[in-house]
Each structure stands twice: as structure tokens, then as C-alpha cells.
Nanobody
Framework: QVHLNESGGGLVQAGGSLRLSCAAS????????MAWFRQAPGKEREFVAS???????NYADSVKGRFTISRDSVKNTVYLQMGTLSPEDTAVYYC????????????WGQGTQVTVSS
């Protein structure tokens, strides 16, 4: 069982930056994808970015060029560097992980709120 704990959320002005962290306890190394999702008020949760054990990354079109996902395997932590933030990025951001043989992300963090003011 993997436990995920997000941090780094907060209030930022449009155009600003934030870095989210997700500390994992349990195995998240070889064979595991780590990802960030977000859910804005009144909207469904959506994929933001993912990274695998070879540090291959994937991004939602809405964040490409603005957000960067990375991982520190020694610290068992994944990061989401967010830049050029806009009010449309306001959401609760969740960290998640899945084994590559699984089709769905099964372990989730509690989420961290990101609010971007205009």
C-alpha cells in the first residue's frame, strides 16, 4: 500500500509560479507511474501530468510548456513545477500512482489547494 502526501499549494497571483511536492511511502520506483491530477470546483477531475520510472513524461495540452513534472527517486518524491499560472489553474491538485500493468491509478493523496487570483 502506497501512502501519498501532497504539499506546496497556496494562493498565487496570475502569472506566478508554485511547486507542488508529493512524498510517497511505499514502493513507487521501478514499474510505477506517478501523476498529478486536478479538480476544479464543479468540474470533473482531470489529468495534468505523469512520469514513469524512466522519467518519461506526459502532459495535458492545457499545461504543456508551463508545468514540469519531475521525480527524486532517492527521496521517493514527485514534483510539479507550475509556471505562468492563470485563474483557470485553480483547483485541488492530487498526486496518484499506479503500477504499469494497472489501467487505473489506485493510490491517491489527499490533495492540495492551488488558488490563482487574477
Amino acid at each position: 500500500q502506497v501512502h501519498l502526501n501532497e504539499s506546496g499549494g497556496g494562493l498565487v497571483q496570475a502569472g506566478g509560479s508554485l511547486r507542488l511536492s508529493c512524498a510517497a511511502s511505499g514502493r513507487t520506483a521501478g514499474g510505477y507511474y506517478m501523476a498529478w491530477f486536478r479538480q476544479a470546483p464543479g468540474k470533473e477531475r482531470e489529468f495534468v501530468a505523469s512520469i514513469n520510472w524512466n522519467e518519461n513524461t506526459n502532459y495535458a495540452d492545457s499545461v504543456k510548456g508551463r508545468f514540469t513534472i519531475s521525480r527524486d527517486s532517492v527521496k521517493n518524491t514527485v514534483y510539479l513545477q507550475m509556471g505562468t499560472l492563470s485563474p483557470e489553474d485553480t483547483a485541488v491538485y492530487y498526486c496518484a500512482t499506479r503500477y504499469y500493468l494497472e489501467s487505473e491509478y489506485k493510490s491517491w493523496g489527499q490533495g492540495t489547494q492551488v488558488t490563482v487570483s487574477s
